[in-house]
């Protein structure tokens, strides 16, 4: 194993629009997120915290800087690349993002036929082995209309863990959620990314659940604080 940053980023800009009505969103971004870490990025609504995380997640391209995932720059890279990359990366998302038409196992499934290697019954089993794991072995074949909101942000932590990504995003992952169930599901997430040695950096608002970060990343007006160190803080 080597000890290099699962994401390295240095001197990354991004600009919205074109011309005259261009404007600069993110600014001289450098940072390193490590093996294993759980890092929390916050800040005020629309200081670039998603779209840096989009960045990250290659669902956006690179302009100017340079942004390497599991060592691979994502700056120029090929659209096989990118796709190779985000096959490396678990996403979850505010509004989870389940397909309603689909039960929870079947969402889950999903995840993991973007990876090729698997037999259908080692799909069927790992998925469901993944709902026990998220305290839904009873709801398997529920669908999403069926589902409470915390159960359902389960199925999304479920889908984006089942394939044993690298690094996880999570896009304000509590914020439809009560106080209870938000709690819950970033400890599950936390939990279990920890068994399988993955990276979460998590975008959230929500103070309640800072104390399970290794470190905190505050953003504003399109930039890293300067107390956001660049690399992990030392850990107890």
Known sequence: MTDRPVVEIQNLN?????????????????????????????????????TLLTLIGSLRSIQEGSLKILGQE????????Q?????????????????????AEQNVRMSMELHHGFSQQEVRSRSSAMLEAVGLGDRVNYYPNNLSGGQKQRVAI???????????????PTAALDSKSGRDVVELMQGLAKEQGCTILMVTHDNRILD?????????????LPDAALTAASHN
């Not at 629009?17 to 916050?42: A, H, M, P, R, W």
């Not at 796709?83 to 689909?102: D, E, M, P, S, T």
């Not at 479920?158 to 304000?172: G, I, T, W």
């Open 212 to 224: 399970i970060a290794d470190r905190i990343v505050q953003m504003e007006d399109g930039g890293l």
């Open 14 to 50: 991004h600009y919205f629009g074109e011309g005259s009505l261009q404007k600069q969103t993110l600014f001289d971004i450098n940072l390193e997120l490590q093996t294993g870490e759980v890092v929390i990025l916050t800040g005020p609504s629309g200081c670039g915290k998603t």
């Open 158 to 172: 479920a889908r984006a863990l089942v394939s044993h990504p690298k690094l996880v995003l999570a896009d304000e």
């Open 83 to 103: 796709v190779k990359i985000r096959r490396q990366i678990g996403y979850i998302f505010q509004a989870h993002n389940l397909l309603k038409c689909l039960t």
């Open 74 to 81: 994502l700056r120029g890279a090929s659209k096989n690349q």
